[in-house]
């Protein structure tokens, strides 16, 4: 006849956050299996992070700093391709406001210059 597993927990229903798996320990028992975690996405293009591990979230509280994000602007959220993006977007930006910054400040010195000589 077939041995007869129990569970091994009070908890007797067949979810997600119950599961188990046959295991022979002198006898044939039940084990609880635990979920697995998740890897952490990219906030922008929700792809996977390099370099960071698939935790639970009670897990991930317990861990330190270092295991849990990478050393990078953005470091533990974004991936490095959308950092990259934001850089060059920031750059073309700043580059721009710059040039116009630049041409303000050539018109004033034109203007600065015209008085001086309008007044001698």
Do not use: W
Request: proline share 2%; with cysteine; charged share 35%.
């Amino acid at each position: 006849m077939v041995q007869r597993l129990t569970y091994r927990r009070r908890f007797t229903y067949n979810t997600k956050s119950n599961k188990r798996k046959m295991q022979h320990r002198g006898k044939l028992v039940y084990l609880h299996v635990k979920k697995r975690g998740k890897v952490p996405k990219c906030g922008d293009c929700k792809c996977k992070l390099f370099g960071l591990k698939a935790y639970r979230p009670k897990k991930l509280m317990k861990l330190p700093k270092k295991e849990k994000t990478v050393q990078r602007a953005y470091g533990g959220s974004r991936c490095f391709y959308c950092v990259r993006e934001r850089q060059v977007s920031c750059f073309l930006i700043l580059r721009a406001f710059l040039t116009e910054e630049q041409k303000i400040v050539v018109r004033v010195l034109k203007a600065q210059e015209e008085k001086k000589t309008a007044s001698k």
